[in-house]
């Protein structure tokens, strides 16, 4: 599966929206974008994912560039149970999820 | 709908114990996987399984761990013998398909293994 890279932290005011970055330039034709998250000692949670598309779900959206060497999960609202690392993964029909550092967001009120 | 059960959350074993971790996945999945979360670290695979089927085990340590998906019960990680180095998170998660297609795995809530 192709690497992904994130930013190591970022912070986000409360209510505002929160644009978390990821680059994937190795991505190939057939490898979708997942988005996890782990909230402070619970397991990870299945954010959104996508191919080629945009996505948009009852959580956040997805926005994919259309070379797919990157894409952004935005939380449109962000509040303070948002604050966790996030994971953007990248995979194709490997059923194994794998973990990088992920991007650590901190809402502050 | 409940979601991945794993039991217990907390775990604590002597080095030289055994350490079962059961997981049942979500109501209709047939496909489990475990991941373990060393402090300060990203999930690593371990194991993953079908109903009566070890399918890759490729993330497995050689020794001491196994795992099962027995046609009724949860899912069990077993460590023999335990060593410090075994303290962890242990995660399990689960889906309704497998390899060849776009799915989400959802993940339980984690045991957290303590070796004194």
């Known amino acids: 599966d192709a690497k992904t890279t994130q930013p190591p932290s970022m912070d986000c005011a409360e209510g505002r929206a929160a644009n978390l970055p990821c680059n994937h330039s190795?991505?190939?034709?057939?490898?979708?974008v997942y988005w996890y998250r782990q909230i402070h000692s619970q397991g990870p949670q299945y954010i959104i994912h996508g191919l080629k598309n945009n996505e948009t779900n009852e959580m956040a959206s997805l926005i994919i560039t259309e070379d797919r060497k990157s894409s952004t999960l935005i939380l449109p609202h962000a509040t303070l149970r948002d604050t966790a690392v996030y994971y953007c993964i990248v995979r194709s029909n490997d059923y194994k999820l794998s973990f990088g550092a992920g991007t650590t967001v901190t809402v502050r009120a | 709908n409940a979601g991945v059960m794993q039991n217990p959350r907390h775990l604590v074993r002597r080095r030289g114990q055994e350490a079962r971790l059961r997981c049942s996945p979500m109501k209709g999945h047939s496909h489990v996987y475990w991941y373990r979360q060393l402090p300060e670290e990203g999930l690593k695979f371990m194991v993953y399984l079908q109903k009566e089927n070890i399918i890759d085990e490729s993330g497995m340590p050689k020794e001491r761990f196994s795992a099962e998906f027995p046609k009724e019960g949860p899912s069990i990680l077993r460590i023999q013998q335990v060593v410090r180095g075994d303290s962890a998170a242990y995660f399990c998660?689960?889906?309704?398909?497998?390899?060849?297609?776009?799915?989400?795995?959802?993940f339980g809530p984690g045991t957290r293994l303590t070796v004194t």
């Open positions: 190795t991505i190939s034709g057939n490898e979708y």
């Open positions: 998660a689960s889906s309704l398909q497998g390899q060849g297609t776009s799915y989400e795995q959802y």
